[in-house]
């Protein structure tokens, strides 16, 4: 049974800012767990070609390079996956920013930046992506909506990036909202809260020595998230093991946000 319950067979997915970090990971989980396709987009080309190269020895990875932080790359990117593919069954919005900058000097731009590209591109996406999902699903075979959100958006610790927080706990609540809204069409819809784990955004503390390890001794479990701890639970949000949840937010931080 336990096989069963966990397995991605037969199952087409898309992850955007898929070509490194948690998505990487989670596309490879995915296909670990035995996923027909996974569709992996990010904006710099080089990366994702590499990124699907690099997948595809765990099974069919197929990058599809484009930019979500606005409408028209949303739209387009819809348009190329209707293409090659009538259904949809897994839907990863990933792709997220941060900026960073004291109070008194943080700029309008990087606060529009990180919450278009945190919260208003997951909505446009679901969105360019709604018949996708909805074909072909019941009650018994549901589509799985996987917003990445972060214990930012739950605890109160800006670390100088001060849209970033709100732009998480707003995406925890459009996750509510669609859960809500999407039920009747047997699309699940729910969010992972990663606290902290090795990527692009988090290197400034894991290449400090010292700042590293005195993080580790704060966080209860006193170790940062590995690739398999993101990929766990995203597997088991997108398959028969998560069938019975719909609009929760998963906390994956090691007991941080205790």
């Known amino acids: 049974m336990i ?8 199952k ?8 490194r970090g948690l998505g990487y990971y989670m596309a490879q989980g995915f296909l670990e767990a035995g996923a027909s396709r996974v569709y992996i987009t990010a904006r710099k080309a080089p990366a994702c070609l590499e990124a699907a190269e690099e997948l595809s020895k765990f099974g069919e990875c197929i990058a599809v390079p484009g930019d979500v932080g606005g409408l028209e790359g949303i739209q387009a990117l819809a348009a190329r996956i209707s293409e090659k593919e009538d259904s949809l069954d897994v839907l990863v919005n990933n792709a997220g920013a941060a900026w960073g900058a004291p109070i008194d000097a943080f700029p309008e731009k990087g606060w529009d930046k990180v ?28 589509a ?3 917003n990445i959100g972060s214990i930012a958006g739950i605890v109160g610790d800006s670390l100088s990036s001060y849209s970033y927080g709100p732009s998480k706990a707003a995406i925890h609540q459009l996750t509510r909202n669609l859960a809500k809204d ?14 902290r784990f090795f990527s692009k955004m988090t290197e400034y503390v894991s290449k400090d020595k010292a700042a590293y390890e005195a993080e580790c001794k704060e966080i209860p479990l006193h170790r ?5 701890d993101i990929a766990g639970v995203a597997v088991m949000l997108c398959s028969r093991a998560g069938a019975y949840m719909t609009g929760q937010i998963v906390p994956i931080d090691g007991g941080s946000s205790l």
């Open 144 to 146: 799985s909506v996987v």
């Open 3 to 10: 096989d069963a319950l966990f397995s991605m067979k037969g």
């Open 224 to 228: 940062w998230g590995s690739a398999e």
């Open 12 to 19: 087409i997915c898309l992850v955007t800012g898929g070509s």
């Open 115 to 142: 919450m278009d590209l945190n919260v208003k591109s997951p909505f446009f996406m679901t969105q360019a992506f709604l018949n996708m999902l909805r074909k072909g699903k019941n009650a018994e075979n549901t």
């Open 182 to 195: 999407l039920a009747d069409d047997h699309i699940r819809v729910n969010a992972i809260a990663p606290g």
